[in-house]
Protein backbone atom coordinates (compact mmCIF):
# COMPACT_ATOMS: atom_id res chain seq x y z
CA UNK A 1 0.00 0.00 0.00
CA UNK A 2 3.29 2.26 0.85
CA UNK A 3 4.27 1.66 -2.48
CA UNK A 4 0.89 2.57 -4.19
CA UNK A 5 0.21 5.74 -2.87
CA UNK A 6 3.91 6.43 -3.38
CA UNK A 7 3.19 5.85 -6.90
CA UNK A 8 0.11 8.55 -6.66
CA UNK A 9 2.73 11.10 -5.22
CA UNK A 10 4.86 10.90 -8.00
CA UNK A 11 2.30 10.98 -10.49
CA UNK A 12 1.23 14.23 -8.73
CA UNK A 13 4.46 15.74 -8.77
CA UNK A 14 4.59 15.44 -12.15
CA UNK A 15 2.00 15.92 -13.36
CA UNK A 16 2.52 19.59 -11.85
CA UNK A 17 5.86 19.79 -13.00
CA UNK A 18 4.87 18.62 -16.89
CA UNK A 19 1.87 18.61 -17.49
CA UNK A 20 1.03 22.16 -16.04
CA UNK A 21 4.02 23.36 -17.45
CA UNK A 22 5.17 24.32 -13.85
CA UNK A 23 2.61 26.77 -14.44
CA UNK A 24 -0.62 27.93 -11.69
CA UNK A 25 -2.36 27.68 -15.28
CA UNK A 26 -4.97 24.55 -16.28
CA UNK A 27 -3.69 24.69 -19.92
CA UNK A 28 0.32 25.15 -20.46
CA UNK A 29 0.28 26.06 -23.48
CA UNK A 30 -0.16 29.87 -24.50
CA UNK A 31 -3.26 31.58 -25.35
CA UNK A 32 -2.81 34.14 -28.57
CA UNK A 33 -5.67 36.37 -29.27
CA UNK A 34 -6.68 38.81 -32.17
CA UNK A 35 -9.45 40.53 -32.46
CA UNK A 36 -10.21 41.73 -35.63
CA UNK A 37 -11.95 45.42 -36.45
CA UNK A 38 -14.94 43.75 -37.13
CA UNK A 39 -15.38 42.61 -33.80
CA UNK A 40 -14.21 38.47 -34.85
CA UNK A 41 -11.83 37.05 -32.45
CA UNK A 42 -9.22 34.91 -33.29
CA UNK A 43 -7.55 32.50 -31.20
CA UNK A 44 -4.66 30.74 -31.80
CA UNK A 45 -2.85 27.75 -29.33
CA UNK A 46 0.45 26.52 -30.69
CA UNK A 47 0.68 22.52 -29.80
CA UNK A 48 3.18 19.95 -30.59
CA UNK A 49 1.05 17.57 -33.21
CA UNK A 50 3.37 17.65 -36.49
CA UNK A 51 0.77 18.07 -39.40
CA UNK A 52 -2.68 18.36 -37.51
CA UNK A 53 -4.89 21.22 -36.51
CA UNK A 54 -8.44 21.63 -35.29
CA UNK A 55 -10.29 24.34 -36.39
CA UNK A 56 -13.35 25.45 -34.52
CA UNK A 57 -15.73 28.54 -34.70
CA UNK A 58 -17.45 29.27 -31.96
CA UNK A 59 -21.20 30.69 -32.67
CA UNK A 60 -22.05 32.18 -28.99
CA UNK A 61 -25.75 31.50 -30.47
CA UNK A 62 -28.26 28.80 -29.20
CA UNK A 63 -31.25 28.80 -28.12
CA UNK A 64 -30.66 31.12 -24.98
CA UNK A 65 -31.02 33.65 -27.81
CA UNK A 66 -34.34 32.68 -29.22
CA UNK A 67 -36.52 35.34 -27.36
CA UNK A 68 -39.22 35.84 -30.28
CA UNK A 69 -42.70 33.53 -29.76
CA UNK A 70 -42.97 30.96 -32.52
CA UNK A 71 -39.89 30.18 -33.62
CA UNK A 72 -37.64 28.62 -31.15
CA UNK A 73 -35.43 25.76 -32.27
CA UNK A 74 -33.70 27.72 -34.93
CA UNK A 75 -30.26 28.23 -33.65
CA UNK A 76 -30.39 24.14 -33.73
CA UNK A 77 -31.86 24.49 -37.62
CA UNK A 78 -28.63 26.39 -38.62
CA UNK A 79 -26.79 23.80 -37.46
CA UNK A 80 -27.91 21.85 -40.07
CA UNK A 81 -28.40 23.98 -42.67
CA UNK A 82 -24.99 25.23 -42.65
CA UNK A 83 -24.06 22.12 -44.07
CA UNK A 84 -26.38 22.86 -47.26
CA UNK A 85 -23.24 24.35 -49.16
CA UNK A 86 -22.60 28.22 -51.28
CA UNK A 87 -22.67 28.81 -55.27
CA UNK A 88 -19.20 28.22 -54.59
CA UNK A 89 -18.89 25.40 -52.53
CA UNK A 90 -22.22 23.51 -53.12
CA UNK A 91 -22.84 20.37 -50.31
CA UNK A 92 -21.22 17.51 -52.76
CA UNK A 93 -17.80 19.91 -53.34
CA UNK A 94 -17.96 21.02 -49.95
CA UNK A 95 -17.64 17.05 -48.60
CA UNK A 96 -15.17 16.68 -51.62
CA UNK A 97 -12.55 18.98 -50.53
CA UNK A 98 -12.86 17.96 -46.81
CA UNK A 99 -12.08 14.53 -48.09
CA UNK A 100 -9.07 15.72 -50.18
CA UNK A 101 -7.44 17.19 -47.49
CA UNK A 102 -8.07 14.44 -44.84
CA UNK A 103 -10.57 16.41 -42.51
CA UNK A 104 -13.94 15.35 -40.79
CA UNK A 105 -16.51 18.77 -40.35
CA UNK A 106 -19.23 18.75 -37.97
CA UNK A 107 -21.09 20.95 -35.58
CA UNK A 108 -23.39 20.95 -32.30
CA UNK A 109 -25.50 23.49 -30.58
CA UNK A 110 -26.34 23.94 -27.18
CA UNK A 111 -28.21 26.68 -25.11
CA UNK A 112 -25.42 29.45 -25.59
CA UNK A 113 -23.42 28.66 -28.61
CA UNK A 114 -23.36 26.42 -31.60
CA UNK A 115 -19.81 25.29 -32.75
CA UNK A 116 -18.78 23.92 -36.00
CA UNK A 117 -15.58 21.76 -36.22
CA UNK A 118 -12.68 20.10 -38.32
CA UNK A 119 -9.54 18.63 -37.54
CA UNK A 120 -6.81 17.28 -40.45
CA UNK A 121 -3.84 18.54 -42.22
CA UNK A 122 -2.01 21.82 -40.86
CA UNK A 123 -0.39 22.34 -44.06
CA UNK A 124 -4.35 23.15 -45.66
CA UNK A 125 -4.67 25.31 -42.84
CA UNK A 126 -5.73 27.71 -45.78
CA UNK A 127 -8.45 25.62 -47.49
CA UNK A 128 -10.40 25.58 -44.26
CA UNK A 129 -10.68 29.17 -43.54
CA UNK A 130 -11.67 29.45 -47.30
CA UNK A 131 -14.35 26.87 -46.91
CA UNK A 132 -15.15 28.16 -43.45
CA UNK A 133 -15.49 31.65 -44.36
CA UNK A 134 -17.11 30.80 -47.40
CA UNK A 135 -20.26 29.17 -45.48
CA UNK A 136 -20.13 31.75 -42.89
CA UNK A 137 -20.43 34.87 -45.13
CA UNK A 138 -22.16 33.44 -48.15
CA UNK A 139 -24.58 30.84 -47.03
CA UNK A 140 -27.19 29.91 -49.73
CA UNK A 141 -30.48 27.52 -49.72
CA UNK A 142 -33.46 27.19 -51.89
CA UNK A 143 -36.83 27.21 -49.74
CA UNK A 144 -37.13 23.82 -50.87
CA UNK A 145 -34.15 22.80 -49.26
CA UNK A 146 -35.10 24.66 -45.97
CA UNK A 147 -38.37 22.99 -46.07
CA UNK A 148 -36.49 19.10 -47.06
CA UNK A 149 -33.86 20.51 -43.80
CA UNK A 150 -36.91 21.89 -41.14
CA UNK A 151 -38.63 17.97 -42.01
CA UNK A 152 -35.29 16.23 -40.78
CA UNK A 153 -35.37 18.72 -37.88
CA UNK A 154 -38.97 17.15 -37.10
CA UNK A 155 -37.82 13.77 -37.65
CA UNK A 156 -34.34 14.39 -35.34
CA UNK A 157 -37.00 15.50 -32.53
CA UNK A 158 -38.92 12.36 -32.82
CA UNK A 159 -36.49 10.13 -32.50
CA UNK A 160 -34.93 12.13 -29.51
CA UNK A 161 -38.20 12.58 -27.09
CA UNK A 162 -38.98 9.05 -28.10
CA UNK A 163 -36.60 8.72 -25.26
CA UNK A 164 -38.44 9.34 -21.86
CA UNK A 165 -35.81 10.83 -19.96
CA UNK A 166 -35.93 13.77 -23.13
CA UNK A 167 -39.19 14.13 -22.84
CA UNK A 168 -39.11 14.58 -18.77
CA UNK A 169 -36.03 17.14 -19.49
CA UNK A 170 -38.21 18.65 -21.91
CA UNK A 171 -41.38 19.04 -19.97
CA UNK A 172 -38.66 19.75 -16.71
CA UNK A 173 -37.38 22.94 -18.25
CA UNK A 174 -40.44 24.35 -19.55
CA UNK A 175 -41.98 23.77 -15.58
CA UNK A 176 -39.04 24.59 -14.40
CA UNK A 177 -38.61 28.39 -16.02
CA UNK A 178 -41.17 30.58 -16.07
CA UNK A 179 -39.49 33.94 -18.34
CA UNK A 180 -36.49 32.90 -19.42
CA UNK A 181 -35.60 31.11 -22.70
CA UNK A 182 -33.46 28.25 -20.90
CA UNK A 183 -37.56 27.11 -20.71
CA UNK A 184 -37.30 25.57 -23.93
CA UNK A 185 -34.79 22.61 -25.27
CA UNK A 186 -32.42 23.64 -28.22
CA UNK A 187 -34.21 21.49 -30.45
CA UNK A 188 -37.56 23.97 -29.62
CA UNK A 189 -41.08 23.92 -29.00
CA UNK A 190 -42.71 20.83 -30.86
CA UNK A 191 -45.45 24.00 -31.85
CA UNK A 192 -42.66 25.03 -33.75
CA UNK A 193 -40.96 23.04 -34.94
CA UNK A 194 -44.00 22.03 -36.82
CA UNK A 195 -44.64 25.26 -38.00
CA UNK A 196 -40.75 25.67 -39.26
CA UNK A 197 -41.63 24.68 -42.78
CA UNK A 198 -43.24 27.86 -42.75
CA UNK A 199 -40.65 30.06 -41.97
CA UNK A 200 -38.47 30.81 -44.73
CA UNK A 201 -38.38 34.23 -44.27
CA UNK A 202 -37.93 34.24 -40.85
CA UNK A 203 -34.96 32.29 -41.06
CA UNK A 204 -32.69 34.71 -42.67
CA UNK A 205 -33.74 36.89 -40.68
CA UNK A 206 -32.12 34.63 -37.55
CA UNK A 207 -29.11 34.37 -40.20
CA UNK A 208 -28.39 38.06 -41.03
CA UNK A 209 -28.75 38.56 -36.74
CA UNK A 210 -26.34 36.01 -35.53
CA UNK A 211 -24.25 35.16 -37.81
CA UNK A 212 -22.59 38.11 -37.53
CA UNK A 213 -18.18 38.34 -36.57
CA UNK A 214 -19.18 40.21 -33.07
CA UNK A 215 -20.68 37.14 -32.43
CA UNK A 216 -17.83 34.12 -33.47
CA UNK A 217 -14.69 33.32 -32.41
CA UNK A 218 -11.93 31.32 -34.47
CA UNK A 219 -10.04 28.53 -32.35
CA UNK A 220 -7.33 27.22 -33.78
CA UNK A 221 -4.71 24.42 -32.26
CA UNK A 222 -2.14 22.48 -33.07
CA UNK A 223 1.08 22.78 -35.80
CA UNK A 224 0.29 26.55 -36.29
CA UNK A 225 1.61 29.69 -35.40
CA UNK A 226 -0.48 33.36 -34.54
CA UNK A 227 1.11 35.10 -37.25
CA UNK A 228 -0.30 32.40 -40.14
CA UNK A 229 -3.43 31.84 -38.48
CA UNK A 230 -4.09 35.98 -38.17
CA UNK A 231 -2.98 36.55 -41.54
CA UNK A 232 -5.63 33.98 -43.28
CA UNK A 233 -8.35 35.42 -40.55
CA UNK A 234 -7.79 38.48 -41.91
CA UNK A 235 -7.90 37.42 -45.46
CA UNK A 236 -10.56 35.19 -45.56
CA UNK A 237 -13.01 37.30 -42.50
CA UNK A 238 -11.67 40.75 -42.79
CA UNK A 239 -14.48 41.99 -45.06
CA UNK A 240 -17.59 40.03 -43.05
CA UNK A 241 -19.55 42.69 -42.62
CA UNK A 242 -20.56 43.58 -38.75
CA UNK A 243 -23.81 43.20 -37.68
CA UNK A 244 -26.23 45.06 -35.21
CA UNK A 245 -28.84 42.87 -33.34
CA UNK A 246 -28.90 42.04 -29.74
CA UNK A 247 -31.37 40.36 -28.20
CA UNK A 248 -33.37 41.30 -24.72
CA UNK A 249 -32.84 37.58 -23.20
CA UNK A 250 -35.77 38.06 -20.46
CA UNK A 251 -34.87 37.62 -16.56
CA UNK A 252 -36.19 34.83 -14.56
CA UNK A 253 -38.33 35.71 -11.62
CA UNK A 254 -37.70 33.94 -8.63
CA UNK A 255 -39.02 30.91 -7.76
CA UNK A 256 -41.25 30.33 -4.64
CA UNK A 257 -42.14 26.84 -3.90
CA UNK A 258 -41.32 22.93 -5.11
CA UNK A 259 -43.01 21.95 -8.46
CA UNK A 260 -43.66 18.98 -9.73
CA UNK A 261 -43.43 17.09 -13.31
CA UNK A 262 -44.50 13.67 -14.13
CA UNK A 263 -44.03 11.21 -16.94
CA UNK A 264 -46.16 8.03 -16.47
CA UNK A 265 -44.22 5.78 -18.14
CA UNK A 266 -43.49 2.12 -17.22
CA UNK A 267 -41.30 1.11 -19.94
CA UNK A 268 -37.72 2.37 -17.95
CA UNK A 269 -37.14 2.40 -14.22
CA UNK A 270 -38.77 4.27 -11.65
CA UNK A 271 -36.38 7.84 -12.20
CA UNK A 272 -36.32 11.34 -10.95
CA UNK A 273 -34.31 14.36 -10.77
CA UNK A 274 -34.14 17.31 -7.92
CA UNK A 275 -33.43 20.55 -10.15
CA UNK A 276 -32.84 23.56 -7.83
CA UNK A 277 -32.39 26.67 -9.21
CA UNK A 278 -28.79 27.80 -9.62
CA UNK A 279 -25.99 30.36 -10.67
CA UNK A 280 -24.57 31.53 -14.02
CA UNK A 281 -21.22 30.87 -14.58
CA UNK A 282 -18.67 32.95 -13.14
CA UNK A 283 -14.73 32.89 -13.52
CA UNK A 284 -14.65 35.31 -10.85
CA UNK A 285 -16.76 33.63 -8.37
CA UNK A 286 -16.27 30.75 -6.28
CA UNK A 287 -19.82 29.83 -6.55
CA UNK A 288 -19.59 27.59 -9.67
CA UNK A 289 -16.32 25.93 -8.56
CA UNK A 290 -17.60 24.92 -4.92
CA UNK A 291 -20.95 23.55 -6.42
CA UNK A 292 -19.04 21.44 -8.79
CA UNK A 293 -16.97 20.39 -5.38
CA UNK A 294 -19.93 19.50 -3.80
CA UNK A 295 -21.59 17.29 -6.17
CA UNK A 296 -18.62 15.29 -6.54
CA UNK A 297 -18.25 14.67 -3.13
CA UNK A 298 -22.05 13.89 -2.59
CA UNK A 299 -22.85 12.29 -5.94
CA UNK A 300 -19.94 11.16 -7.52
CA UNK A 301 -18.98 7.01 -7.28
CA UNK A 302 -16.63 7.51 -4.25
CA UNK A 303 -19.18 9.62 -2.62
CA UNK A 304 -21.18 8.14 1.05
CA UNK A 305 -23.99 8.01 -0.63
CA UNK A 306 -23.56 6.49 -3.90
CA UNK A 307 -21.93 3.63 -1.59
CA UNK A 308 -24.36 3.73 0.61
CA UNK A 309 -27.74 3.92 -2.23
CA UNK A 310 -26.19 2.31 -5.21
CA UNK A 311 -23.67 -0.97 -3.38
CA UNK A 312 -25.01 -1.55 -0.06
CA UNK A 313 -28.87 -0.85 -0.52
CA UNK A 314 -28.79 -1.98 -3.60
CA UNK A 315 -31.94 0.43 -4.04
CA UNK A 316 -30.65 2.75 -7.39
CA UNK A 317 -29.24 1.75 -10.17
CA UNK A 318 -27.72 5.76 -11.10
CA UNK A 319 -26.90 8.36 -8.83
CA UNK A 320 -25.35 11.50 -10.17
CA UNK A 321 -25.43 15.25 -9.44
CA UNK A 322 -23.74 18.34 -11.13
CA UNK A 323 -24.34 22.47 -12.14
CA UNK A 324 -24.72 23.50 -15.72
CA UNK A 325 -22.14 25.27 -17.10
CA UNK A 326 -24.63 28.44 -19.02
CA UNK A 327 -24.39 32.34 -19.43
CA UNK A 328 -27.51 32.61 -17.38
CA UNK A 329 -28.93 31.31 -13.68
CA UNK A 330 -29.60 27.81 -14.83
CA UNK A 331 -30.22 24.31 -13.11
CA UNK A 332 -28.35 22.55 -10.55
CA UNK A 333 -29.62 18.82 -10.99
CA UNK A 334 -29.56 15.45 -8.86
CA UNK A 335 -30.57 12.40 -10.91
CA UNK A 336 -31.57 8.63 -9.90
CA UNK A 337 -32.74 5.87 -11.14
CA UNK A 338 -34.13 3.06 -8.78
CA UNK A 339 -34.77 -0.37 -8.38
CA UNK A 340 -38.20 -0.48 -7.18
CA UNK A 341 -40.91 3.11 -7.03
CA UNK A 342 -41.74 2.26 -3.60
CA UNK A 343 -37.87 3.33 -2.74
CA UNK A 344 -38.44 6.70 -4.44
CA UNK A 345 -39.31 8.71 -1.32
CA UNK A 346 -36.48 7.02 0.53
CA UNK A 347 -34.08 7.93 -1.54
CA UNK A 348 -34.88 11.35 -1.96
CA UNK A 349 -34.82 11.87 1.31
CA UNK A 350 -31.47 10.26 1.92
CA UNK A 351 -30.16 12.85 -0.83
CA UNK A 352 -32.05 15.85 0.73
CA UNK A 353 -30.20 14.49 4.51
CA UNK A 354 -27.16 14.47 2.25
CA UNK A 355 -27.12 18.12 1.41
CA UNK A 356 -28.45 19.37 4.98
CA UNK A 357 -25.36 17.54 6.58
CA UNK A 358 -22.90 19.66 4.70
CA UNK A 359 -25.35 22.75 5.27
CA UNK A 360 -24.93 22.04 9.37
CA UNK A 361 -21.52 20.50 9.45
CA UNK A 362 -19.58 21.40 6.35
CA UNK A 363 -17.30 18.39 5.04
CA UNK A 364 -14.28 16.42 5.47
CA UNK A 365 -11.07 18.78 4.50
CA UNK A 366 -9.02 16.12 3.89
CA UNK A 367 -11.90 14.95 1.44
CA UNK A 368 -12.44 18.30 -0.07
CA UNK A 369 -8.57 18.40 -0.86
CA UNK A 370 -8.99 14.87 -2.42
CA UNK A 371 -11.61 15.96 -4.78
CA UNK A 372 -10.28 19.37 -5.67
CA UNK A 373 -7.02 17.70 -6.46
CA UNK A 374 -8.86 14.93 -8.52
CA UNK A 375 -11.10 17.42 -10.69
CA UNK A 376 -7.97 19.41 -11.93
CA UNK A 377 -5.63 16.57 -12.64
CA UNK A 378 -8.21 15.05 -14.77
CA UNK A 379 -9.05 17.26 -16.59
CA UNK A 380 -5.28 18.29 -17.18
CA UNK A 381 -4.96 14.32 -18.18
CA UNK A 382 -7.44 15.20 -20.66
CA UNK A 383 -5.99 17.85 -22.65
CA UNK A 384 -3.81 16.35 -24.58
CA UNK A 385 -4.17 16.39 -28.62
CA UNK A 386 -5.66 19.73 -30.81
CA UNK A 387 -8.99 18.21 -31.02
CA UNK A 388 -9.39 18.67 -27.17
CA UNK A 389 -7.83 21.42 -26.48
CA UNK A 390 -9.90 23.40 -29.32
CA UNK A 391 -13.67 22.17 -27.45
CA UNK A 392 -12.42 22.93 -24.07
CA UNK A 393 -11.59 26.25 -25.24
CA UNK A 394 -14.76 26.62 -27.05
CA UNK A 395 -16.48 25.40 -23.88
CA UNK A 396 -15.29 28.76 -22.05
CA UNK A 397 -15.53 31.45 -25.19
CA UNK A 398 -19.43 30.44 -25.07
CA UNK A 399 -19.55 31.79 -21.66
CA UNK A 400 -17.64 34.80 -21.47
CA UNK A 401 -16.43 34.84 -24.80
CA UNK A 402 -12.66 34.50 -23.08
CA UNK A 403 -10.34 31.42 -23.43
CA UNK A 404 -8.80 32.91 -20.71
CA UNK A 405 -11.25 31.66 -19.05
CA UNK A 406 -11.04 28.26 -18.47
CA UNK A 407 -7.76 29.26 -16.47
CA UNK A 408 -9.47 31.55 -14.24
CA UNK A 409 -11.82 29.29 -13.80
CA UNK A 410 -9.41 26.23 -12.55
CA UNK A 411 -7.59 29.05 -10.80
CA UNK A 412 -10.65 28.98 -8.38
CA UNK A 413 -10.95 25.51 -7.59
CA UNK A 414 -7.74 25.86 -5.56
CA UNK A 415 -9.64 28.68 -3.27
CA UNK A 416 -13.03 26.32 -2.81
CA UNK A 417 -12.97 25.92 1.31
CA UNK A 418 -15.23 23.86 3.22
CA UNK A 419 -16.81 27.32 4.29
CA UNK A 420 -17.69 27.84 0.77
CA UNK A 421 -19.42 24.27 0.18
CA UNK A 422 -21.62 25.45 3.49
CA UNK A 423 -22.12 28.61 1.60
CA UNK A 424 -23.60 27.32 -1.61
CA UNK A 425 -25.45 24.56 -0.21
CA UNK A 426 -27.58 27.41 2.23
CA UNK A 427 -27.88 29.28 -1.08
CA UNK A 428 -29.41 27.21 -3.73
CA UNK A 429 -29.95 23.62 -2.73
CA UNK A 430 -33.19 24.63 -1.22
CA UNK A 431 -36.67 23.76 -1.86
CA UNK A 432 -38.32 26.66 -2.67
CA UNK A 433 -36.19 27.10 -6.09
CA UNK A 434 -36.78 22.86 -6.25
CA UNK A 435 -38.31 21.42 -9.26
CA UNK A 436 -38.72 17.52 -9.24
CA UNK A 437 -39.34 15.66 -12.26
CA UNK A 438 -40.38 12.04 -11.80
CA UNK A 439 -40.99 8.68 -13.98
CA UNK A 440 -42.80 5.70 -12.73
CA UNK A 441 -45.60 3.14 -13.85
CA UNK A 442 -48.28 4.85 -12.11
CA UNK A 443 -49.79 8.12 -12.48
CA UNK A 444 -48.61 9.98 -9.75
CA UNK A 445 -44.94 10.75 -9.13
CA UNK A 446 -45.66 10.08 -5.42
CA UNK A 447 -42.63 12.13 -4.22
CA UNK A 448 -43.02 15.48 -1.74
Request: net charge negative; hydrophobic share 40%.
Amino acid sequence: MKNAWLCVIVLIGVLSSVVLGGSSKILPYPIHQKQLPNGLNIVTVPFDSPGLAAFFIVVRVGSRNEVEKGVTGFAHFFEHMMFRGTDKYPKEKYSAVLKSIGAAANANTSLDRTVYHMTGNAEKLETMFELEADRFRNLNYSEHDFKTEAGAVKGEYTNSTASPYVRLREMMLNTAFDKHTYKHTTMGFLEDILDMPNQFEYSKTFFNRYYRPEYCTVVVVGDVTPEKVNRLAEKYFGQWERGHYRAEVPVEPPQNGVRYVHLQNGSVPPYFSLNFKGPAFSDQQIDMPALDVLASILFSETSDLYKKLVIEEQKVRFLAGGAFDSRDPNLFSVQASLIKKEDMQYVKDEIMKAIEAVKKDGVDPAKLAATKSHLKYSFAMSIDNPTAIANSLSHYIQLTGDPESLNRLYALYDRVSVEDLETVAVKYLVEDGLTIATISPDAEGGLK
